[in-house]
């Protein structure tokens, strides 16, 4: 009877666990700062700030990187958030850039790590910011799929910057 009782709420008590924004706490008061180069050859710049707004229930992500086709003009690029949706207790984000574009999509987390999923077209993207200290996370953009890069568009490090804004 002890076994049935333990293996009944086992499960309950795992999907019963309240998913929280607590996992972009050392993302947040900080710039961050990443270079690359895209699949395609382009330049991958960016600099990207994270606050808490409405009492810390949502996560405000203010991106600066290229504002132009020919990457030559810097500027604001997009606005995020990240919110809990109760309703569904998961992670999910709005992102909105400078060219008219809205992605949205769903998040989760693996200890530090945080991978956002998405879709682009035709394709289920996911960018994954693995936690490596406090102050770096390596970043992919690919196509995660079982638990495995089955292409990656983009490997890069974002880091704390060191510059005041």
Same mark, same amino acid.
């Given at each position: 009877?002890?076994?049935?009782? =333990?293996?009944?709420?086992?499960?309950?008590?795992?999907? %019963? +666990?309240?998913?929280?924004? @607590?996992v972009?706490?050392?993302?947040?008061?900080?710039?961050w700062?990443?270079?690359?180069?895209?699949?395609?050859?382009?330049n991958?710049? +960016?600099?990207?700030?994270? %606050? /808490?707004d409405?009492?810390?229930? =949502?996560?405000?992500?203010?991106?600066?990187?290229?504002? @132009?086709k020919? +990457?030559?003009?810097?500027?604001? *690029?997009?606005?995020?958030? *990240?919110?809990?949706?109760v309703?569904?207790?998961?992670?999910?984000?709005?992102?909105?850039?400078?060219?008219?574009n809205?992605?949205t999509?769903?998040?989760y987390s693996?200890?530090k790590?945080i991978?956002? +999923?998405? *879709? /682009?077209?035709?394709?289920?993207?996911?960018?994954?910011?693995? /936690?490596?200290?406090?102050?770096?996370?390596?970043? =992919?953009?690919?196509?995660?799929?079982?638990?495995?890069?089955?292409?990656? /568009?983009?490997?890069?490090?974002?880091?704390? %910057?060191?510059?005041?804004?």
């Amino acid at each position: 009877m002890k076994t049935v009782l =333990i293996c009944w709420l086992i499960p309950v008590w795992v999907f %019963s +666990q309240k998913v929280s924004l @607590d996992v972009f706490e050392n993302l947040v008061n900080k710039t961050w700062v990443a270079e690359g180069t895209w699949g395609d050859g382009s330049n991958f710049k +960016q600099e990207l700030i994270f %606050s /808490y707004d409405l009492n810390g229930t =949502i996560i405000t992500a203010d991106s600066y990187g290229f504002v @132009d086709k020919d +990457q030559k003009e810097w500027g604001k *690029r997009a606005h995020g958030v *990240r919110q809990v949706d109760v309703a569904s207790n998961t992670l999910v984000f709005w992102e909105f850039d400078v060219f008219g574009n809205m992605t949205t999509g769903t998040m989760y987390s693996k200890g530090k790590d945080i991978y956002y +999923q998405y *879709r /682009y077209g035709e394709v289920l993207l996911t960018d994954m910011w693995k /936690y490596v200290n406090d102050a770096t996370y390596s970043f =992919i953009v690919g196509e995660l799929i079982d638990g495995e890069w089955k292409k990656k /568009y983009l490997e890069t490090t974002f880091t704390v %910057s060191t510059q005041e804004k």
